[in-house]
């Protein structure tokens, strides 16, 4: 039986919650500590369909992974393969975090090209002519992509990426930090969960500096061993409670928060009069009386610049404010495909290319919608809470690949959010 979520809307929203651990942090360190000959104890890890997926694939190369409520233990001592079916390739996109993880360990690596996310043609040519440059030989046949080391080792290498890839920057790490002497990674991305991974490597007895900053240095090591490490908190699930709290009104304390990681989501939407106070570790915030348009366009842009994983649900809350507010998403080709849904449920919005124009209605209303993928279900989730009436919302598994438990979130609130 496929489950929906239903959303009785209309109501302010209260209280307090606890941010999850971040799925785009958990996901790399999981492959990372295939890396470490030893056992990796992470906490604050979510539990999510893509966490687990990366569970199964650590199990499918030898290595141990237990879970204990928010912390997965990874013992890779006895990894002993280095090839990941097709089926668990397909599960998510990440899975290709794996490629420079067993590179690194295994020294070879047979994988096919990831799933994921229905953001438009995700390539993977990035990581591949990275990995090229460290020495490494790819052939890709029938969709598979076998990768070998013709001498034995990664070999350190000077890299320049064309785009800031957050998924090749974390190749390249996890590639380079068992390579054979120096890599440098130009044009690096510089997304805070690039430095999660780079904290846990280093916990781990890696040598790298410059994460955070567009040029990262790497010094390969013979051998890293277990560390235990928390992972960071999710600013994009942060994102999307903030977003909720706008479009339904209402106040929010958010706990165990990354503040300064989601300050270029922050100062966006202070602008639609919400009061925002960051503090280190938690935000309190609290609607205005009426939520006001965004009169800049709001540009996705790789980090510090407005995540392209927020747009939807900031969008969410902007189709119910006061004025017309546009978008321009930069990152990713497909990435307006909520906006079918939010259209149903009253919204004014209007697409041309990588611009949406989203004209404040005064009211949405409750629809049956589907979640076509991760963040776009959650701002159905967003605009359901903002609305009259009941929204079903199906397609639902795309929502709890990112959502650890998105019903109590809203429970907790004071929201209406039930899966049937
Ligand atoms: C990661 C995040 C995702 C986020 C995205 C951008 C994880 C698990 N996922 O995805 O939530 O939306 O960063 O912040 O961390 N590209 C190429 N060739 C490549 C690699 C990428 O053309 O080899 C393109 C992509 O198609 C996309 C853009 O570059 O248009 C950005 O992708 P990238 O930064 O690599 O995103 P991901 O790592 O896939």
């Known amino acids: 039986m496929m489950q929906k979520l239903i959303v009785t809307g209309g109501k302010r929203l209260e209280g307090e919650l606890v941010l999850q651990g971040s799925k785009n942090s958990a996901l790399p360190i999981m492959a990372a500590a295939l890396l470490a000959e030893g056992e990796c104890v992470l906490k604050n890890c979510p539990r999510l369909t893509d966490v687990y997926s990366a569970s ?235 939520l006001r348009a965004v009169s800049s366009p709001i540009r996705t842009m790789p980090h510090p610049g407005f995540p392209t994983d927020a747009q939807a649900v900031l969008m969410a809350a902007l189709s119910v404010a006061d004025g017309t507010s546009v978008f321009e998403e930069n990152i990713f080709d497909c990435r307006y495909r909520h906006t079918d849904a939010l259209i149903k449920m009253g919204a004014d919005i209007q697409v041309m290319g990588r611009i949406a124009v989203v004209k404040g209605v005064n009211r949405l209303h409750g629809a049956d919608v589907r979640a076509t993928d991760l963040r776009g279900g959650a701002a159905l989730a967003v605009a359901a809470a903002a609305a009259d009436g009941v929204t079903e919302i199906s397609g639902i598994s795309h929502i709890d690949r990112g959502y650890e438990k998105i019903e109590e979130a809203f429970r907790q609130l004071g929201g209406n959010m039930k899966r049937v």
């Open 56 to 290: 199964r694939i650590l199990g499918c190369l030898g290595c141990k992974s237990s879970f204990s409520d928010n912390t997965v233990t990874v013992d890779s001592s006895a990894a002993d393969c280095a090839v990941i079916p097709e089926e668990l390739m397909r599960e998510m996109r990440s899975s290709i975090m794996f490629m420079g993880a067993m590179l690194g360990r295994m020294k070879e690596c047979t994988i096919s090209v990831p799933g994921g996310c229905e953001l438009g043609p995700r390539p993977i040519d990035m990581h591949l002519s990275a990995v090229r440059k460290m020495g490494v030989e790819v052939s890709e046949t029938g969709g598979r992509i076998v990768c070998r080391i013709p001498s034995g080792r990664p070999k350190g290498a000077k890299i320049t990426l064309p785009f800031p890839s957050v998924g090749a920057t974390e190749n390249v790490v996890l590639c380079a930090v068992l390579a054979d002497g120096e890599t440098v990674v130009n044009n690096a991305a510089r997304e805070p969960e690039i430095c999660d991974l780079c904290g846990f490597l280093r916990a781990c007895g890696a040598d790298i500096t410059g994460d955070g900053e567009s040029r990262i240095v790497i010094r390969g090591k013979e051998h890293l061993h277990g560390c235990e490490y928390t992972i960071m908190p999710d600013r994009i699930v942060g994102a999307t409670y903030l977003s909720l709290i706008a479009a339904a009104g209402g106040e929010i304390i958010l706990k165990n928060t990354c503040s300064a990681e989601m300050e270029p989501f922050i100062s966006v939407l202070e602008q639609t009069g919400c009061s925002i106070y960051p503090a280190k570790d938690r935000i309190y915030m609290r609607s205005g009386a009426r």
